[in-house]
């Protein structure tokens, strides 16, 4: 089974940029749709953003388009998040997640390996 490891995360002040990163242990990761979450202390994990196994496709919650952009490398078996922009209210646990092949996209139900998350503080 793929296994995931998020990187990345850390200390910024208000406005400023991270990039995180998920690397995959294996090809088929290249075969699957990846998607990003993220869970603040005492709130459910939200979505984030999700890329189809091509590329191809993006999407994105409102809360986070025009600052967030997801990617992804299949020849290294990576997928990334640049956050731009950066604001308090993100500040959570930042996890990257393998879907399923069915089902919507934004559902966390819907994805089956998850990675163990990456902590995001954002300093007011």
């Known amino acids: 089974q793929v296994q995931l490891v998020e990187s990345g995360g850390g200390l910024v002040q208000a406005g400023g940029s991270l990039r995180l990163s998920c690397a995959a242990s294996e090809r088929t990761f290249s075969y699957y749709g990846m998607g990003w979450f993220r869970q603040a202390p005492g709130k459910d994990r939200e979505f984030v953003a999700a890329?189809?196994?091509?590329?191809?496709?993006?999407y994105y919650t409102d809360s986070v388009k025009g600052r967030f952009t997801i990617s992804r490398d299949n020849a290294k078996y990576t997928v990334y998040l640049q956050m731009n922009s950066l604001k308090p209210e993100d500040t959570a646990v930042y996890y990257c997640a393998v879907h399923k092949g069915y089902g919507a996209i934004t559902i966390a139900a819907r994805y089956g390996v998850w990675g163990q998350g990456t902590q995001v503080t954002v300093s007011s």
């Open positions: 890329i189809a196994w091509s590329g191809d496709s993006t």
